[in-house]
């Protein structure tokens, strides 16, 4: 007979320090290199560099996999904390939410933009790594420290001469190679990072010294005079320009109604035959992942194209211009800067500020019009490539039209469908409910997505068989509306009758809402597999909880922030107290369903493409057979006891919100 484990108050254990960090890694940096934990080095450099406190940023790649970060920045402070009695710079490498990018919009902050608010940085490099040195010029004096054993281990913080007017921070990181899969950074990635922090910081030398096995020093300094403009002609190397580039910044200022001084962005832009790849930055941050910001950049850009074209009566009859016919071939190096930016996950490669996309598109679109009307040889030639893109569009989805006239099947009367009839920008929401259908039918867009609203919970078609799906009301309308027939796992379907190329359902944040996405997936992976194992099924994450956050003078006005769940709503209290506002002037609301959500609600935090959450059912690799087996588990008939089972083992697991 197995012994069961005791469970008291013994049984708990509370992480300390650092040590959250080291047990899962994964969560606060990427493990694949110690490449992040190096930038979060780096970018501290950067931003004394944007705040114009340091002129040189230098690198140094030891033999033994060790790196070194250098700038003649202010240097770390090294005094006691008022509150904390500990030396700053110890708090820096061995606390979790301790920085100087915090407090931001009462102006307190030692740095106005920086790369985000997530309160980890360099604590997380000491937490994985075996050791740390810093040496600080500051105010005259040298001080040194040293951090071992994953942090656990702190130095004494020593002066060790004097150093006259220099000052800066010279930290070296020993990474520890079991945390990670290749113990070294890679030395291209390293490189793509400096580079880009040069294009960024005009007036700034990068450089990056690499020991040889030889003694010697392999050396390589970026430099970009031009800025943005000279960095994207680089990127686009031999490729035939459309038009000449436009490059220009525009922030704003102290009596702008609705951003912070100094938030706006610099850009650089332009258009190419062939397709040439574009790089986007926040506050320095390489967003590899996209975001916010580049929506608003598309935006923006589309709509001063289109105010050329419409002004200039360049449009054909009949021939009507999207967002993707303007920006296909528009590529560009787009580096915003944003108060407080919010980022998806802790790596920061993509940007989830909602208020990013309209503060790009309000900065680009009035500057790029007036560029396009003084340069107007140049905005033909963009509005031609747009419209050669729309007119092909067009004839593609009407060729698709046609081989659907004969025989096809009579849409459901609910379904509200959309203009367009290219599947790879149309989109089918699948909505709980004839309340939230109505609320998503006027918050959708017309001309892309389709609504099919479902009244009640669909048949758990585990073990239907696939002729007689059809009896089921429900289940009929979908496979009308999606254009495709049930299949089984083993078979090749024709998909070419497929009308959306993203289904997405969208129920409540609740048990119920829960129970439909259950329902509907065991639907899409037993009778129509086909769909998940190319990836058009996603499931929305509408908002729970909705945060209204008072004006705080003219640094910020009045937000209204969403929070997935509890502990999104938690984190999201603590950092807007941390910026100043107080707790009590925070008024949080608690949404029971997508029906109480009004259109404008409902399309900013589930339907907007630039600012919704939705998350891509995929076939995991290896966990068909697992998979099969849970499905069965969960809704076979037949498996009732060993449910019953199942729930009593593994329900303390679950965070039912009843």
Known sequence: ????????????????????????PGMYTKTDSPTHIIQEVIDNSADEALGGHAKNL????????????????????????????????????????????????????????????????VAVTNALSTRVSVEVRREGKIWAIEFSGGGETVGALTETGACGRQSGTRVRVWPDPKYFDAPRV???????????????????????????????????????????????????????????LFAAEKYADADHADFAPGEGAAWAIGWHVEAVASESYVNLIPTMAGGTHEAGLRAGAFEAVKSFIEHRALLPRGVKLQQDDVCGRMAYVLSAR??????????????????????????????????????????????????????????????????????????PGKLSDCESTDIAENELFLVEGDSAGGSAKMARNKETQAILPLRGKVLNSWEVEAGRLFANNEIHDIAVALGIDPHRPEDAPDLSGLRYGKLIIMSDADVDGAHIQTLLLTLFYRHFPALIRHGHIYIAQPPLYRID?????????????????EGELTAIRDRLIKEGIREDAIE???????????????????????????????????????????????????????????????????EADL
Request: proline share 5%.
């Open 1 to 24: 007979m197995a012994v069961t484990p005791t469970y008291d108050e013994s049984s708990f254990r509370v992480l300390k320090g650092l040590e959250p960090v080291r047990e899962r």
């Open 58 to 121: 230098h690198v140094l790649l030891h033999l033994d996999g060790s790196v070194t970060v250098t700038d003649d920045g202010r240097g770390i402070p090294v005094g006691l904390h008022p509150d904390e009695k500990i030396p700053v710079v110890v708090l820096a490498f061995t606390r979790l939410h301790a920085g100087g990018k915090f407090d931001k919009s009462a102006g307190n902050a030692a740095y106005a933009f920086s790369g985000g608010l997530h309160g980890v940085g």
């Open 186 to 244: 890679p030395q291209a990635e390293l490189e793509r990072l400096l580079r880009s922090k040069a294009v960024l910081l005009p007036g700034v030398k990068v450089s990056l010294d690499i020991e040889q096995a030889d003694g010697s020093i392999s050396s390589k300094t970026w430099s970009y005079p031009s800025g943005l403009a000279g960095y994207l002609t680089e990127l686009a190397g031999n490729a035939e320009a459309v038009a000449p």
């Open 338 to 411: 944003i108060l407080d930016p919010q980022f998806q996950g802790q790596v920061k490669e993509k940007l989830n500020s909602r208020e990013a996309v309209k503060l790009v598109s309000s900065m680009i679109r009035d500057p790029f019009e007036i560029w396009l009307n003084q340069h107007v040889e140049a905005g033909k030639a963009i509005a031609e490539l747009s419209i050669k893109q729309a007119l092909s569009r067009q004839k593609n989805s009407q060729k698709v039209e046609k081989r659907k006239q004969s025989g096809v099947a009579v849409l």
């Open 549 to 565: 956050v008072p004006a705080s003078g003219k640094k910020r006005p009045a937000r209204r922030l969403y929070a997935l769940d």
């Open 588 to 654: 949080v609301g608690r949404f029971k369903g997508l029906g109480e959500m009004n259109p404008d609600q409902l399309r900013e935090t589930a339907m907007a493409p630039a600012t919704r959450r939705v998350l891509p059912v995929i076939n995991g690799i290896n966990a068909q057979e697992h998979t099969m087996k849970l499905f069965n588990l969960l809704m076979g008939k037949g498996e009732a006891s060993s449910r019953r089972a199942w729930m009593e083992e593994n329900g303390h697991l679950v």
